[in-house]
């Protein structure tokens, strides 16, 4: 991901206090629609949509217009405005939505602004010049503006001195659809073994976030898309923290690889994956049958 100024970028200077109104606006949205229940609409076998999903997403399209005439929306729920403008906003309205649809309380608003001078080649990234992620119910908002720092309601915010892997509190994430094929059950094994532990609370976005304000100290996952980490990535980079992919190349929006950390873990973290990746030092695990057994021995009183 590209990090240095573009030249000409011209931003309004209200523009943090205008965008971070929008976000709380559709945070409370997202309240109303979790304290009521919302209809929930299936999709391939466990991907969630919602109401809640739609409509908030159409509140903040309508908003950004009014707001930033000139901007171009890039959102989660397929709304595709302006894409020709010098600025433009990749928006997730609710990411988490499979635990928002289960009453699972960890869930977010994303709001990430890429700058993209007419220069700029179509297959390039331009320079995220701001991002939001607002946590409505607890009421969080993170905020970062290119080369102005990262805040979490208003302070500075720094990714965690974490210098050690296995002191190191990490995340991840699943597709809720095809886990099948995903190989990421085998990293997850490995990383656990090797960290302080992983999580998985289904927000790539405030997983980000709390990267940034040193709640977690590393994030990986593939297959995201940029409106789940146009925000996280910029709040990450402003605080200090480093993101690639899992060989270390320079993150794009259009990533099949994210991984993010406080910057400090991230050459162990890199030098992990190299390892699972060709197949070396690698720690098993007893299979389900092994276990069995196992238990069965220890049942008759045979030790191990």
């Given at each position: 991901m590209t990090h240095t100024?573009?030249?000409?970028?011209?931003?309004?200077p209200a523009l943090m206090v205008k965008a971070s109104e929008i976000a709380r606006e559709a945070g409370a949205r997202l309240r109303e629609f979790y304290a009521q229940g919302v209809e929930t609409e299936y999709k391939g076998d466990v991907d969630l949509?919602?109401?809640?999903?739609?409509?908030?997403?159409?509140?903040?399209?309508?908003r950004l217009g009014e707001v930033f005439p000139a901007h171009g929306i890039y959102g989660e729920e397929g709304t595709r405005e302006r894409m020709e403008g010098e600025f433009r906003w990749y928006v997730d309205p609710l990411d988490g939505t499979t635990n928002f649809a289960h009453g699972f309380p960890q869930f977010c608003v994303s709001m990430g602004l890429e700058h993209r001078p007419a220069s700029l080649k179509p297959e390039q990234d331009g320079t995220l010049a701001a991002g939001i992620v607002y946590d409505p119910l607890r009421d969080e908002l993170f905020t970062a503006e290119h080369?102005?720092?990262?805040q979490l309601n208003g302070k500075t915010i720094h990714v965690s001195r974490r210098r050690d892997l296995a002191e190191s509190l990490l995340a991840t994430g699943f597709p809720s659809r095809k886990r099948h094929s995903s190989p990421?059950?085998?990293f997850y094994q490995e990383f656990t073994l090797r960290s302080h532990g992983v999580r998985r609370a289904g927000s790539a976005a405030l997983d980000l976030a709390y990267i940034a304000c040193g709640r977690l100290d590393g994030f990986w996952e593939f297959n995201l898309n940029p409106w789940d980490t146009a925000a996280g990535i910029l709040l990450i980079a402003e605080a200090g923290g480093r993101i690639t992919d899992f060989e270390g190349r320079p993150f794009r929006l259009d990533s099949r690889e994210t991984l993010a950390s406080n910057g400090l873990i991230h050459d162990e973290l890199i030098a992990l994956f190299r390892d699972m990746l060709a197949g070396r030092n690698l720690a098993p695990i007893p299979t389900p049958q092994e276990y069995a057994a196992r238990r069965e021995r220890k049942g008759l009183g045979i030790r191990d």
């Open positions: 100024p573009a030249s000409g970028a011209t931003l309004d949509v919602t109401v809640a999903d739609r409509a908030v997403e159409k509140l903040i399209r309508t080369g102005g720092g990262a990421n059950i085998h």
